[in-house]
């Protein structure tokens, strides 16, 4: 099984900083990551795939990078909607799915 | 795009079982893979397991083996998690997701209360 880490666990942050949130996978991955935001009482929402790819509707200040076992998730300019929950999660080698344990955005 | 729809929230006591269902609109029914995802307060995300109709194949995470059953209903465009010998850890938000690669749409979420 794929063991995903993620950090840091809590991110405090101002709005309009910039954010980079990191993922890391046990072993290469190549670039089947996804990352997701979930708010508070919601379902996750699909951000970026093949680990830089925007899914529809994701604003272009969301960005994604990375291959193998390294991964970063930048939001350029955080805004007020972007507080929240972030999940990486790979898809490379599966079953099972993995994720990793989630780097919560809060307000500084 | 598609959409997926679950059924409501469910409590029930220890010992039982629970059966929640997910109905797709949108997109080939038969060809779309599903998974179940679940999430206990205040945690993460966890992978229970799918299925992909169009293969009639079905894989589960290795902790539910013995007890998860998970069905699809072609004539319906619906799938359903059975999860038995529920357990007061099993109290959790179920969702179901379409599967693409990544979790390209999910289900509003599901949440199942075990407690006597």
């Known amino acids: 099984e794929i063991v995903m880490t993620q950090s840091p666990a809590t991110l405090s942050v101002s709005p309009g900083e910039r954010v980079t949130l990191s993922c890391r996978a046990s072993?290469?991955?190549?670039?089947?990551l996804a990352w997701y935001q979930q708010k508070p009482d919601q379902a996750p929402r699909l951000l970026i795939f093949?680990?830089?790819s925007r899914a529809t509707g994701i604003p272009a200040r969301f960005s994604g990078s990375g291959s193998g076992t390294e991964f970063t998730l930048t939001i350029s300019s955080l805004q007020s909607e972007d507080f929240a929950v972030y999940y990486c999660?790979?898809?490379?080698?599966?079953?099972?799915?993995?994720f990793g344990g989630g780097t919560k955005v809060e307000i500084k | 795009q598609v959409h997926l729809v679950q059924s409501g929230a469910e409590v029930r006591q220890p010992g039982s079982s629970v059966t929640v269902s997910c109905k797709t609109s949108g997109g080939t029914f038969n060809t779309n893979a599903i998974s179940w995802v679940r999430q206990a307060p205040g945690q993460g995300l966890e992978w229970m397991g799918g299925t992909i109709p169009v293969f009639g194949t079905t894989n589960y995470a290795q902790k539910f083996q013995d007890r998860l059953t998970i069905t699809a209903d072609d004539s319906t465009n619906t799938a359903y998690l059975e999860l038995s010998n529920l357990g007061s850890d099993d109290t959790a938000i179920y969702y179901c997701?379409?599967?693409?690669?990544?979790?390209?749409?999910w289900g509003q979420g599901t949440p199942v209360t075990v407690s006597s």
């Open positions: 072993e290469s991955i190549s670039s089947n």
């Open positions: 999660q790979q898809y490379y080698n599966w079953p099972p799915l993995t």
């Open positions: 093949g680990a830089s």
């Open positions: 997701a379409r599967v693409t690669g990544p979790l390209e749409s």
